[in-house]
């Protein structure tokens, strides 16, 4: 599993983004994925998860009918569309992968696979 994100940018308050990760591998369409983002100062944490075939997500309260994750396993990529975007949404935002959904969804000091992380800055 090679991951890589992009998508990020800088945008204005109320305005979208939406985030890629996209796997070099052969494996893709048996990961659970995560979205995760780490502001400056603060822990990482959840943001988005979805099982492999996709029919199950999971949100941060947070992000709770703004965001929305989605994957194309066939492009073996995994989307994050941010609507609404706050400035308390400006973070390094990660992609992660795990055969279990449970892992990415509590236990993500124990994911082995993540992207590089991509910059998104929301200005007020």
């Known amino acids: 599993v090679q991951l890589q994100a992009s998508g990020g940018g800088l945008v204005q308050a109320g305005g979208s983004l939406r985030l890629s990760c996209a796997d070099s591998g052969r494996t893709f369409s048996s990961y659970a994925m995560g979205w995760f983002r780490q502001a400056p100062g603060k822990e990482r944490e959840f943001v988005a998860a979805l099982s492999w075939s996709g029919g199950t997500t999971h949100y941060a309260d947070s992000v709770k009918g703004r965001f929305a994750i989605s994957r194309d396993n066939a492009k073996n990529t995994v989307y994050l569309q941010m609507n609404s975007l706050k400035p308390e949404d400006t973070a390094v935002y990660y992609c992660?992968?795990?055969?279990?959904?449970?892992?990415?969804?509590?236990?993500?000091?124990?994911?082995?696979?993540w992207g590089q992380g991509t910059q998104v800055t929301v200005s007020s």
């Open positions: 992660a992968a795990h055969y279990d959904l449970h892992t990415v969804l509590y236990d993500h000091t124990s994911l082995r696979y």
